[in-house]
C-alpha cells in the first residue's frame, strides 16, 4: 500500500530550528510537497520538491532524497506564527497526491 | 491571488439526505479535487478531475460522486449522507505541470472547507 510517515507532534522554542520528517512508500514519485495548516485554516502550499536536494524560501528548507524515499522541512528562526500542523504530500502515480496525516509542531516562548 | 471559495463553512443534515458541495476557483486551473480532512488522518482524496466532464477516483471515493460541467466548478455530491461523512470537506485547485526537473510543481491552492456534520 501507498503511505507517508511523519511524526505527529513536535514542540521546539522560539528562535530554534526544527526538522520534521518525511518517509515515503508510494506506487510511482513525482514530487514531494509540504503545506502548512493553522488551525481553523486551509492548508497552504509552501515548498515541492522534484529533485534531490535542498531547496530554501526564507525561513523554511525542504529536502529530499529519492533513494531514500526521505525528505524534511526545516523551519529557522522559529516563531510563534510557526505553530501549526505541517503536512508533506506525494505527487505520485496516476498524478495523484496523497498526503501524510501531519505534524503538529508547538512553538513555546 | 488564486481564490477558491466553497459554498458553506458549516452545513448540518440527516442521514439519508443528499448532499451538495460546490467548489468554484478563479484562476483558470485545469485541476480541481475533493479532500476530507479527519484528525490523524490527514487530507485523503475522494476525487479529482483535470478537465471539463472528467473526473477520476481518489482514495476514497465511495458513497460520493462528482461534477465538473464548467472549468470554474467542481461540485462534491453524498447520494445518501451517512453518518460516518461527518467531515471538514476541502477543495483544492492547481496548475499542474509534471514534476520533472526543477520545473515541475503540484501547488494545490485550497478552499476554506466546509465543515459537514450528518445527523
Known amino acids: 500500500g501507498q503511505s507517508l510517515e511523519q511524526p505527529s507532534e513536535v514542540t521546539a522554542v522560539e528562535g530554534a530550528i526544527v526538522q520534521i520528517n518525511c518517509t515515503y512508500q508510494t506506487s510511482g514519485f513525482y514530487g514531494l510537497s509540504w503545506y502548512q495548516q493553522h488551525d481553523g485554516g486551509a492548508p497552504t502550499f509552501l515548498s515541492y520538491?522534484?529533485?534531490?536536494g535542498l531547496e530554501e524560501t526564507g525561513r523554511f528548507s525542504s529536502f529530499l532524497s529519492r533513494s531514500d524515499s526521505y525528505g524534511y522541512l526545516l523551519l529557522q528562526e522559529l516563531q510563534m506564527k510557526d505553530s501549526a500542523s505541517y503536512f508533506c504530500a506525494v505527487l505520485g502515480g496516476g498524478f495523484k497526491t496523497i498526503f501524510g496525516a501531519g505534524t503538529r509542531l508547538f512553538v513555546k516562548a | 491571488d488564486v481564490k477558491v471559495t466553497q459554498s458553506s463553512r458549516y452545513l448540518v443534515k440527516r442521514t439519508g439526505e443528499k448532499v451538495f458541495l460546490e467548489c468554484v476557483q478563479d484562476?483558470?486551473?485545469?485541476?480541481m479535487f475533493w479532500y476530507r480532512q479527519d484528525p490523524g488522518l490527514g487530507l485523503r482524496l475522494i476525487y479529482f478531475?483535470?478537465?471539463?466532464?472528467?473526473?477520476e477516483k481518489g482514495d476514497i471515493p465511495e458513497g460520493y460522486s462528482v461534477s465538473r460541467e464548467k472549468k470554474e466548478r467542481f461540485s462534491l455530491i453524498l447520494e445518501s449522507a451517512s453518518t460516518n461523512q461527518t467531515s471538514m470537506y476541502l477543495c483544492?485547485?492547481?496548475?499542474?505541470?509534471?514534476?520533472?526537473?526543477?520545473?515541475?510543481?503540484?501547488?494545490?491552492?485550497f478552499g476554506p472547507g466546509t465543515r459537514l456534520t450528518v445527523l
Open positions: 484562476m483558470d486551473h485545469e485541476n
Open positions: 520538491n522534484a529533485l534531490d
Open positions: 478531475s483535470y478537465d471539463v466532464k472528467m473526473k
Open positions: 483544492a485547485s492547481s496548475l499542474l505541470t509534471t514534476g520533472t526537473g526543477s520545473h515541475g510543481t503540484d501547488t494545490q491552492y
